[in-house]
């Protein structure tokens, strides 16, 4: 079978103060943000440093509830995900599904940049939330 990940697409880092988070990547490496948005389905705000042809995404939450303000609460600031670029989200989300695979997203959704993304449960993957990610058209 040949893999249905095509490279690592960011590396998701929760924090509190994303501001905060911004100015120390570019005081210590001289990393500058690339994209910034806000997710409002997802509740959060998102910051997006460019590392060769990948991304650290910064992530803070715009309301408490929201799974990263959730995630932050119980675990405080650290490794949030990893995401996997795939050339077809839904292809690789049933391909995770038909492995028995417990996936959070049943179907492929929008997400920042154009992207089109879903989510496979950390209890499916060794403890590691893992987003898929296919880029916009």
């Known amino acids: 079978m040949e893999s249905l990940l095509t490279e690592v ?11 905060a988070a911004i100015a120390w ?3 210590v ?3 500058t943000v690339v994209h910034r948005e806000i997710v409002e ?10 590392v060769a042809d990948s991304y650290i995404q910064l992530l803070t939450p715009t309301r408490s ?5 959730k995630y932050l609460a119980k675990n405080g600031e650290g490794l ?7 050339d077809d989200c839904a292809v690789a989300l049933e391909a995770v599904k038909a492995s028995g ?9 929008p997400g920042s ?12 993957s060794f403890g590691t939330l893992i987003e898929l990610v296919q880029e916009g058209d």
């Open 9 to 19: 697409d960011h590396v998701a880092i929760a924090v509190h103060d994303i501001d």
């Open 113 to 124: 940049r154009g992207t089109t993304v879903a989510f496979v449960h950390p209890k499916a």
């Open 65 to 69: 509830d929201s799974p990263v303000g």
């Open 29 to 31: 490496f001289g990393a």
């Open 25 to 27: 990547y570019a005081e």
């Open 80 to 86: 949030h995900h990893i995401a996997y670029r795939v």
């Open 41 to 50: 389905s997802d509740g959060v705000d998102e910051a997006l440093i460019q």
């Open 101 to 109: 695979a417990r996936v959070i997203d049943e179907a492929p959704r």
